[in-house]
C-alpha cells in the first residue's frame, strides 16, 4: 500500500518537532524553597501541642499564639493519647496531604486568635522573578476532644525579611 508524501509528512512533521522541542529546548526545572514542605521531618514524634521545641516541624517556628503539629508516628506512643495523631486526633479526622503529616492553625476565632507559623526559605526571593506558590487547606471537624464551631472564608500568606 503506497502512502502519498503528504500524508506522511502531515504525521511526521508534528512528531519531529515535538522531539525537537522535548529533548533541544532548555527545561524549566522547579526548585521548592521552603524547607521541610511537607512537615515530614521533625526530631521526635509530637505528643503535645503548641509548637513546642520536639513538638513542631524541622525548620518550621510559630509566630504566633500555639498552632499544632499532627503526624502518624503520634498514634505509636505506646498506647498514650497524644490528641497529634493522624487521621483521626483531638481537632479533626483528617489524612495529610502528601506524607503523614500537616499543621494546624486556628486562622480567625474570637478575640482576633490567630495561629501563625513561618519558616525561613532556603534561598531568597529575587526582585523581578516570578514564583509560584501553592498550599492545600482543610477545615477541622468532628475531632476526638474539640468540635471546632467556625470557620473563615480567607486565608493568606505573608513574607517578611526577618526570622
Not at 29 to 45: G, H, I, K, R
Not at 80 to 104: K, R, S
Amino acid at each position: 500500500m503506497h502512502v502519498p508524501y503528504r500524508q506522511t509528512m502531515a504525521v511526521l512533521v508534528p512528531w519531529a518537532v515535538a522531539w525537537f522541542c522535548f529533548l533541544a529546548l532548555p527545561r524549566c526545572e522547579a526548585q521548592n524553597l521552603v524547607p521541610n514542605p511537607s512537615f515530614e521531618e521533625t526530631d521526635t514524634c509530637p505528643n503535645t501541642c503548641c509548637f513546642n521545641v520536639g513538638d513542631r516541624p524541622l525548620f518550621w517556628n510559630r509566630w504566633d499564639q500555639s498552632p499544632d503539629y499532627f503526624h502518624a508516628c503520634a498514634g505509636d506512643l505506646g498506647g498514650i493519647d497524644t490528641l497529634m495523631d493522624v487521621p483521626w486526633n483531638g481537632f479533626t479526622w483528617q489524612y495529610a496531604h502528601d506524607g503523614e503529616a500537616y499543621v494546624g492553625m486556628g486562622l480567625y476565632t474570637v478575640d482576633d486568635f490567630r495561629e501563625l507559623v513561618g519558616a525561613p526559605l532556603i534561598e531568597p526571593l529575587v526582585v523581578g522573578q516570578t514564583y509560584y506558590v501553592s498550599y492545600w487547606v482543610n477545615l477541622a471537624t468532628e475531632g476526638s476532644y474539640w468540635w471546632v464551631r467556625w470557620a473563615c472564608n480567607t486565608r493568606g500568606l505573608g513574607y517578611s525579611c526577618s526570622t
